[in-house]
C-alpha cells in the first residue's frame, strides 16, 4: 500500500484520484482508464487555483430539496459526484471538475442542505444536520438525476457523507475518493471524552452546543469560517476573491440551522429524526466499506483527523492510500 505520491503530480492529483481509482482497481476496462488519465495529464499547462466558475449551475428537485449544483462533462460519461465540507462549498472542486470533464466524465457537484442555491420544498421540514440525512439527499439526488451509480468523492463533511453512501448503498457506488479515511461516528461515539489536547481541537464544536454559539456563528458566519479555513490548513494562502466566493454559499436561510443541529446532534444534545434511526443503528457498529476506495491526506493537515494506518482495516475492497506533500491541508481538493 502505497502511503506517499510524487509531490510533482499533486497538483492535479486530487481531481485525478478518481481516474486513478478506475485505473488501479479496474471499474472500467484498462484502455479507457489509461486514456482518460492520459487525458488529465497531458493538460500540463493547467495550473491549480485559476479557474474561477463551472461550465453550468443548475437546479433540480430531489427529495426534500431543491437542489443547486454544478454540472459538466458530456451527459452520458461515467458520473462523478464531488461533495463538499463546512465550512466550504463547491467552489472547493472548481478546478476538479473541468479536469474530470476533460477525461469524460459526467461531473455532478452539489451544494449540500444548507449551502449555496439548495432549498427545502417545504418551510415545515426540519432542518436536519444528520450524517444519514445528507446521505440520504445525496441518494435521492442520483434517483433524480437517473444515476444508478457513480463514484463518490469528498472531504470533511463530504467525505463522511460518501463514506455512509457506501456502506449503506454500496450499489450506488461504484468507487471512492475519501480525504481523511473512514469518518463515520455515532452519537454514542461523540459523547466519549478525549485526552485534553484532542478536546482543544473540537473548541467550535463545544461553542456551537451554546446559544451564544449559535448567535455568534449567525452574526459572524464569514469571520468564522475564514478562521476555520486559516486554522484548518495553515499552509494555504488563499487570497480574499478566493473565500468571498465561497462565503456566498454560507448566506443560506437554513445554514446556521444545519450547521448547529449537526454538531449539538453528534454530542447528544440535539434529537435527529425517526425516520433516520435505521440507519443511524447501522452507522453506530462502524461498517466496513467494500467498494474501492483511495484514501487521501493533506501532510499539513490543521484539523483533527485519524491517522491512515487507524482506520485502513475498515476498507475491506481493493484499497490505497495517498498522503499528499508541500503544505496540503483539510481542503485537499
Request: hydrophobic residues 40%; contains cysteine; glycine residues 8%.
Amino acid at each position: 500500500m502505497s502511503d506517499e505520491i510524487d509531490p510533482h503530480r499533486r497538483h492535479f492529483f486530487g481531481a485525478a484520484a478518481m481516474t486513478m481509482v478506475a485505473a488501479q482497481f479496474g471499474i472500467t476496462n484498462f484502455a479507457k482508464a489509461q486514456t482518460a488519465e492520459q487525458k488529465i495529464q497531458n493538460k500540463g499547462s493547467f495550473r491549480s487555483g485559476t479557474n474561477t466558475s463551472f461550465a453550468s449551475l443548475k437546479q433540480i428537485d430531489a427529495g426534500l430539496l431543491n437542489v443547486g449544483f454544478a454540472e459538466d462533462g458530456p451527459t452520458d460519461g461515467e458520473p462523478v459526484m464531488l461533495l463538499h465540507g463546512w465550512p466550504y462549498d463547491i467552489y472547493s472542486f472548481v478546478d476538479a471538475a473541468p479536469l474530470l470533464a476533460s477525461a469524460g466524465y459526467r461531473v455532478i457537484v452539489p451544494y449540500i442542505r444548507g449551502y449555496g442555491a439548495t432549498r427545502f420544498l417545504s418551510g415545515d421540514t426540519f432542518r436536519n444536520g444528520q450524517p444519514s440525512a445528507v446521505a440520504a439527499d445525496m441518494i435521492a439526488l442520483m434517483d433524480a438525476l437517473k444515476i444508478e451509480k457513480a463514484t463518490l468523492a469528498g472531504f470533511d463533511w463530504g467525505a463522511r457523507t460518501a463514506n455512509i453512501m457506501a456502506a449503506l448503498w454500496p450499489e450506488r457506488c461504484k468507487a471512492m475518493v475519501s480525504v481523511s479515511g473512514y469518518l463515520i461516528g455515532s452519537q454514542e461515539a461523540g459523547k466519549k471524552p478525549l485526552p485534553p489536547e484532542a478536546e482543544l481541537q473540537w473548541w467550535y464544536q463545544f461553542y456551537f452546543a451554546t446559544e451564544r454559539g449559535r448567535e455568534g456563528y449567525d452574526k459572524y458566519r464569514r469571520e468564522f469560517s475564514r478562521l476555520i479555513w486559516q486554522l484548518a490548513s495553515p499552509k494555504w494562502n488563499f487570497d480574499d476573491a478566493r473565500f468571498d466566493r465561497s462565503a456566498k454559499a454560507f448566506d443560506n436561510p437554513d445554514h446556521v440551522a444545519i450547521v448547529i443541529h449537526a454538531y449539538r446532534w453528534r454530542q447528544g444534545l440535539a434529537e435527529g429524526e425517526a425516520k433516520y434511526d435505521e440507519l443511524e443503528k447501522k452507522l453506530a457498529q462502524s461498517p466496513v466499506i467494500t467498494v474501492p476506495t483511495i484514501t487521501m491526506e493533506g501532510d499539513a493537515n490543521g484539523a483533527p483527523h485519524p491517522e491512515p494506518g487507524a482506520y485502513a482495516k475498515m476498507f475491506m475492497g481493493k484499497y490505497s492510500h495517498r498522503t499528499i506533500t508541500e503544505g496540503i491541508g483539510h481542503n485537499l481538493p
